[in-house]
């Protein structure tokens, strides 16, 4: 049995374990949740432990994506119903060389009404599953909870977000002071986690007046890195920020855009860089280094890579043509009429219909961690 094979077995055997710890109605809402429908993004899986942010940031784009009256709400699965929902993902791999999962995508994970349901989907995970994890915030909490989470039975890169130190009473007026995330990251590293800093969004025309003293703050209190992000801007986003006099191009076409950084996301990283921080052009790369796995977005090999100490290179699996084959042949039921792995690279061709291909896809880059290409021959 080939090692992708393998995978896929001891995920179905996984699936059969939790499923039957779980009455027929709560399998039945794990299997039709989106956490078994969604695609990875490049961060990871992203996992919602609660809809909404009361914070109000002017830069954020969850108002543009959700309609919540009251948020945050509590997401409403169980940490085994989530566990269940994953391993009925078709893109999902699970453990600790696995799909990277990311907390906080339409939330804040430590938010006091959140951080309940936070710790329950970690501990799960950690429990069942093993899979790197990655959450982002601007909420401290108290050393009790970050020492459960630094116990995990899994990998887990906490992000703290600090965008502007000026601003931050314009730009995010419910949101905890630059301060307390700052003193968040020192409990972090007191505790044994290792924090980064979230420097996402960078807003141009403000991080340039900032960047330098939000980064020697960051090294000043003990985080390791800091991953570097563009901002995701809407019609509504553009409109906000006008109101504090920073103004940004909206979209001139569909809901979002992402205002690209150029040349100064490399001025800094390199400061970053200068100050002994390891820097990171993304998120994928940061959960990499933390767990000491191959990123599974292969930013390696797609130009994002910054060169950190994780040297994913070197870390990748060992596949070959007839593990590729006979895995696709596994999940598809189709025989491939060829197969290349070549470096970073796997190339599938096979004739017939694949349900899911996407899905597909995104589990054989996550398993080989190199770049994967299907190619339907008629």
Not at 54 to 66: F, H, I, K, Q, R
Not at 188 to 201: A, D, H, I, T, Y
Not at 227 to 252: D, I, M
Not at 255 to 280: C, M
Request: proline residues 8%; contains cysteine; positive net charge.
């Amino acid at each position: 049995m080939s090692k992708v094979t393998r995978l896929i077995e001891e995920k179905n055997r996984l699936r059969r374990r939790v499923g039957d710890l779980l009455d027929e109605a709560s399998l039945r809402k794990s299997m039709l949740d989106h956490h078994a429908r969604r695609l990875p993004r490049p961060c990871g899986m992203t996992v919602h432990p609660a809809l909404g942010c009361p914070n109000g940031c002017l830069y954020c784009y969850v108002p543009d994506v959700l309609s919540i009256p009251d948020p945050p709400r509590p997401y409403g699965l169980s940490g085994l119903e989530l566990v269940s929902a994953l391993l009925h993902n078709p893109s999902f791999v699970p453990g600790p060389a696995g799909t990277f999962l990311a907390f906080g995508s339409l939330c804040d994970p430590f938010h006091p009404r959140v951080l309940p349901k936070t710790v329950e989907y970690l501990e799960a995970v950690s429990r069942w599953l093993g899979n790197p994890c990655q959450l982002s915030t601007k909420t401290p909490v108290d050393r009790g909870v970050l020492k459960r989470l630094r116990d995990l039975n899994a990998s887990l890169n906490p992000l703290i977000t600090v965008v502007t130190v000026r601003m931050h009473r314009k730009l995010e007026p419910r949101a905890p002071t630059p301060e307390r995330r700052f003193r968040l990251m020192e409990d972090m590293v007191e505790v044994g986690l290792r924090p980064m800093l979230f420097l996402r969004p960078a807003i141009p025309g403000l991080v340039e007046r900032e960047y330098r003293e939000i980064l020697s703050e960051t090294f000043e209190h003990g985080a390791v890195g800091v991953v570097v992000g563009a901002l995701r801007v809407s019609r509504r986003v553009s409109k906000r920020l006008s109101t504090v006099g920073l103004h940004v191009q909206p979209p001139r076409r569909g809901v979002f855009k992402t205002l690209p950084l150029r040349g100064l996301k490399d001025e800094i990283i390199g400061y970053a860089r200068s100050l002994g921080l390891i820097p990171f052009a993304s998120a994928c790369c940061a959960n990499a280094y933390s767990s000491s796995t191959p990123c599974m977005s292969v930013c390696w090999a797609t130009g994002m890579c910054t060169g950190c100490p994780n040297e994913c290179v070197g870390k990748l699996p060992d596949v070959d043509e007839e593990d590729i084959a006979e895995a696709f042949r596994t999940m598809t039921g189709i025989k491939p009429l060829d197969v290349e792995v070549e470096g970073g690279r796997v190339r599938v061709a096979f004739r017939g219909r694949v349900q899911g291909v996407r899905h597909v896809r995104a589990f054989f880059q996550t398993a080989t961690k190199r770049l994967v290409e299907f190619v339907r021959l008629r």
